[in-house]
């Protein structure tokens, strides 16, 4: 069965980067993209972007532009989203999500799966 | 970018009710659009996709419709687990957004 495992909890000070992995299993890693979406406490949910693990194309929300990286490891399954210059408002959940019908930035349905969620608290 | 309205962002029903949640897009996106349920401490659930098919397993109770800009989702008949949040997401576009979400509270 397709699983996302996500990272564990983060505590990063302002100004500072986090970088929170997700591991993919079950499926073949480059078939789908990998989304990320983050939810601060008792908020709604904000997606941030999408990356193509078989190109390494990515297409990020205008609100994250160059604050926000998303990567690969192909040969462990993995993606990686490196979001830098942090600060409170960054405090959230952050989840990895896929889909069979999401490839290239293309998506033909909602999200199927999804990580367990990282946890990234940004204090002082 | 465009942008979902959802609502209300709070329901207050109760058991057997019927319970229509409204979501509407700052410019069509046909029927690309997702329903999800999201419960305290866990990630969204797929409910719904292309604005009215139903996602294998999920409850027949559960319907949606709509195309363009304007979009609903149904419960036809309320059930103790359906007390969650519950969002809609458009992906006409590469750049996808979510609604505010509207919690379904205890009556």
């Known amino acids: 069965q397709v699983q996302l495992v996500q990272s564990g909890a983060e505590v990063k000070k302002p100004g500072a980067s986090v970088k929170v992995s997700c591991k993919a299993s079950?499926?073949?890693?480059?078939?789908?993209?990998i989304n990320w979406v983050r939810q601060a406490t008792g908020q709604g949910l904000e997606w941030m972007g999408w990356?193509?693990?078989?190109?390494?194309?990515?297409g990020y929300a205008q609100k994250f532009q160059g604050r926000v990286t998303m990567t690969r490891n192909t040969s462990i399954s993995t993606a990686y989203m490196e979001l830098s210059s942090l600060r409170s408002e960054d405090t959230a959940v952050y989840y990895c999500?896929?889909?069979?019908?999401?490839?290239?930035?293309?998506?033909?349905?909602?999200?199927?799966?999804w990580g367990q969620g990282t946890l990234v608290t940004v204090s002082s | 970018d465009i942008q979902m309205t959802q609502s209300p962002s709070t329901l207050s029903a109760s058991v057997g009710d019927r319970v229509t949640i409204t979501c509407r897009a700052s410019?069509?996106?046909?029927?690309?659009l997702a329903w999800y349920q999201q419960k305290p401490g866990k990630a969204p659930k797929l409910l719904i996709y292309?604005?009215?098919s139903l996602e294998s397993g999920v409850p027949s109770r559960f319907s949606g419709s709509g195309s363009g800009t304007e979009f609903t989702l149904t419960i036809s008949s309320l059930q103790p687990d359906d007390f969650a949040t519950y969002y809609c997401?458009?992906?006409?576009?590469?750049?996808?957004?979510f609604g505010g979400g509207t919690k379904v509270e205890i009556k």
């Open positions: 999500a896929s889909s069979p019908y999401c490839s290239g930035g293309s998506c033909y349905s909602g999200y199927d799966y």
């Open positions: 079950g499926y073949t890693f480059t078939s789908y993209d």
């Open positions: 990356m193509n693990p078989n190109s390494g194309n990515t």
């Open positions: 410019q069509s996106i046909s029927s690309w």
């Open positions: 292309k604005a009215s």
């Open positions: 997401q458009q992906y006409n576009s590469w750049l996808l957004t």
